[in-house]
Nanobody, 120 residues
Framework: VQLVESGGGLVQPGGSLRLSCAAS???????????MSWYRQTPGQERELVAG????????YYDHSVKGRFTISRENDRNTVYLQMNSLNGEDTAMYYC???????????WGQGTRVTVSS
């Protein structure tokens, strides 16, 4: 299984970015069985959970710092998960990682990350 993030870059404060995470290597239909989440990490800090979603119609989880600004979504038929990020500020600057985990959290896959820099 491989997770590939894209969509990061440099954006001004108040701007928006949409991150994508394309998954490959899952057996047909199995991607939908995985809980997909986005984490972020800054130098010297631990990786922190930003948002997660179990199914397209499920209840998403958001860290309090991004609630109301970020939206996680997924398209199981495309094996892809997204993170729409609005009203970005400097504290959102980080490397963003996509994560896939099975029901019990015993099988976990990570992407290589995409960098988001919020600066004027």
């Amino acid at each position: 299984v491989q997770l590939v993030e894209s969509g990061g870059g440099l954006v001004q404060p108040g701007g928006s970015l949409r991150l994508s995470c394309a998954a490959s290597g899952f057996s047909p239909g199995n991607f939908g069985n995985y809980y997909m989440s986005w984490y972020r990490q800054t130098p010297g800090q631990e990786r922190e959970l930003v948002a997660g979603l179990g199914s397209p119609g499920g209840i998403p989880y958001y860290d309090h710092s991004v609630k109301g600004r970020f939206t996680i979504s997924r398209e199981n038929d495309r094996n892809t998960v997204y993170l729409q990020m609005n009203s970005l500020n400097g504290e959102d600057t980080a490397m963003y990682y996509c994560r896939a985990s099975d029901t019990y959290g015993t099988v976990v896959y990570w992407g290589q990350g995409t960098r988001v820099t919020v600066s004027s």
